[in-house]
């Protein structure tokens, strides 16, 4: 089966800074790749995807990019604001499941 | 639009006490998935139903059972609860089982077995 894995683990920036999550997955077939952003009390909610006829996908401040070669894809957040502190998951397809990392902790510290 | 909802948001057992968590989702979804979240554990899967009248276990079954009710709905059981199985419950559907489509998550169920 599938195996992602995701890092860092946690990750603090100054707000206005960038911030970038990387993922690996292990099987050459995956083909979609979405990432979820989970704030506290709440479940993920999918906030961007990618599917791997693309190398990148941008969406206002957030974008994933895709190396199918190396099988890893990432999550890009540019200008971070106070609101972009959450968990985030990536996340790859398991025969009809979804696979996920174990999250990345985001702080943005004004 | 309520997507997908959990009941009961909260709950608190004692070891031994049995109970069902109840998940409905109103997108006209084939595919629903329960997880549980714990502390730097990520998302693992308990159990998952490709389509209305089949359940299949993923990563972590033992201790629970699920139900299939209709297309709607997908509930999970606990029939003698234990302390580790204090967690945040998830559901989620999807679409169809294949591999291009996102899952749609609820906001959880809170359980803590004493």
């Known amino acids: 089966g599938e195996n992602v894995e995701q890092h860092p683990s946690t990750l603090s920036v100054q707000e206005g800074d960038s911030a970038v999550i990387k993922c690996t997955y292990s099987d050459s077939a995956s083909n979609y790749f979405p990432w979820y952003k989970q704030e506290l009390g709440k479940g993920p909610q999918l906030i961007i995807d990618i599917r791997s006829n693309v190398g990148e996908k941008k969406d206002q401040r957030i974008a994933v990019t895709l190396n199918k070669t190396a099988k890893h894809f990432s999550l890009h957040i540019t200008e971070t604001q106070p609101e972009d502190s959450a968990v985030y998951f990536c996340?790859?397809?398991?025969?009809?499941?979804?696979?996920f990392g174990a999250g990345t902790q985001v702080v943005v510290t004004p | 639009n309520a997507g997908v909802t959990q009941t009961p948001k909260f709950q608190v057992l004692k070891t031994g006490q049995s109970m069902t968590l109840q998940c409905a989702q109103d997108?006209?979804?084939?595919?629903m998935y329960w997880y549980r979240q714990d502390p730097g554990m990520g998302l693992r899967l308990i159990y998952y139903?490709?389509?209305?009248?089949?359940?299949d276990k993923g990563e972590v079954p033992n201790g629970y059972n699920v139900s299939r009710l209709n297309k709607r709905e997908f509930s999970l059981r606990l029939e003698s609860a234990a302390p580790s199985q204090t967690s945040v419950y998830f559901c989620a559907s999807m679409g169809r089982p294949t591999n291009n489509q996102p899952q749609h998550f609820g906001d959880g169920t809170r359980l803590s077995i004493l």
């Open positions: 139903s490709a389509s209305e009248g089949t359940t």
């Open positions: 997108m006209n979804h084939n595919s």
């Open positions: 996340a790859a397809p398991s025969w009809g499941k979804l696979q």
